[in-house]
T-cell receptor, first 109, second 117 residues
């Protein structure tokens, strides 16, 4: 079967750096997505990793280790608007997205 | 590119009535559309997957007679919640795939908030 784990909630300070981890177990893998979702809104795409390594995109970076079944989303220079839920989603062998429960990130001044 | 719209953005209805939600891909042909439901403080739950011109595939536990899905064209899918009840109140989100350098990437609509009184 498939399973995705990510922390329920994290708190960080404005201007700091935070790393949100995602671990998964799956028999088929076609990539891992990170989405940001503000309350009451639909998810917005942040990153996609299909090969091992780090993908950097501005203040956000995403890392993948397929062997370890592990990914993280790194957010730098945190801003208040980064307060949101961050969803880790695995694309399985049928190209269907399997969603984690999401990590609620709270940014404090 | 890759814009998906949903209509309406929110709807309030009486118990027992039916509600139709539209999902449109505005600038690409969506070979597959997905319907999700999200309850407060929970993650997205896939309800069904639909391909243009064929019947939708429903996830386990989702009543196909209650949640009618029609994917009549490559740019439009509709979800009809029939005989809605208060427990159907939720945030319904559609997504579409068929346009991207990332295979089968899903592009999300803005969501529809349904409140059943």
């Amino acid at each position: 079967g498939q399973n995705i784990d990510q922390p329920t909630e994290m708190t960080a300070t404005e201007g700091a750096i935070v790393q949100i981890n995602c671990t998964y177990q799956t028999s088929g893998f076609n990539g891992l997505f990170w989405y940001q979702q503000h309350a009451g809104e639909a998810p917005t795409f942040l990153s996609y990793n299909v090969l091992d390594g780090l993908e950097e995109k501005g203040r956000f970076s995403s890392f993948l280790s397929r062997y370890k079944g592990y990914s993280y989303l790194l957010l730098k220079e945190l801003q208040m608007k980064d307060s949101a839920s961050y969803l880790c989603a695995l694309m399985d062998s049928n190209y269907q997205l399997i969603w984690g429960a999401g990590t609620k990130l709270i940014i404090k001044p | 590119g890759a814009v998906v719209s949903q209509h309406p953005s929110w709807v309030i209805c009486k118990s027992g009535t039916s509600v139709k939600i539209e999902c449109r891909s505005l600038d690409f042909q969506a070979t597959t559309m997905f319907w999700y439901r999200q309850f407060p403080k929970q993650s997205l739950m896939l309800m069904a997957t639909s391909n243009e011109g064929s019947k939708a595939t429903y996830e386990q536990g989702v009543e196909k007679d209650k949640f009618l899905i029609n994917h009549a064209s490559l740019t439009l899918s509709t979800l009809t919640v029939t005989s809605a009840h208060p427990e159907d109140s939720s945030f319904y989100i559609c997504s579409a795939s068929g346009y991207s350098g990332i295979p089968n990437e899903q592009f999300f609509g803005p969501g529809t908030r349904l409140t059943v009184l």
